[in-house]
């Protein structure tokens, strides 16, 4: 496999990257062709074993269950030193006053259920799903 600088940042990621948004439990959210989780971890555990150490998800992809799917396989598969994850905010992922957009309060409840979920302390790659013309964009950089 080979890997890249992930910008400034000092981290090396393969070129590939796993879209994990097909992962999920087909009942849960708006994408009921996903991958049961007996079904995604043989994917997931290929990946790793072929080199691949990037790993993309998102809050809302099946109700956040690809987050739990993948954050329990990356566990039992890999050290977490060694892969590079990236989730993302803005669509929520439980219908709840304030669990959608990009404002500081959305954003923090975000990265706490998505961290909760993927059975991690951080994730490497925070990113912003949509533009959210309701909240000031300087709120968002600086939450």
Request: hydrophobic share 40%; aromatic share 10%; charged share 25%.
């Amino acid at each position: 496999m080979d890997y890249v600088n992930f910008g400034k940042t000092g981290l090396k990621i393969s070129r590939l990257c796993l879209g994990c948004m097909s992962f999920g439990e087909p009942d849960r959210g708006q994408h009921p062709w996903s991958l049961t989780e007996a079904d995604s971890r043989p994917l997931i555990r290929r990946a790793i074993e072929l080199g691949i150490n990037f790993f993309d998800t998102a809050n809302m992809y099946s109700d956040g269950s690809s987050e739990e799917i993948t954050g329990r396989a990356l566990k039992d598969f890999a050290n977490r030193d060694e892969i590079v994850i990236a989730t993302k905010a803005y669509f929520p992922w439980r219908l709840a006053p304030n669990t959608m957009g990009l404002s500081r309060k959305a954003l923090f409840a975000a990265i706490d259920d998505s961290l909760t979920r993927l059975g991690t302390d951080y994730v490497d790659l925070f990113q912003i799903h949509r533009f959210d013309p309701a909240t000031p964009i300087a709120e968002t950089m600086e939450a």
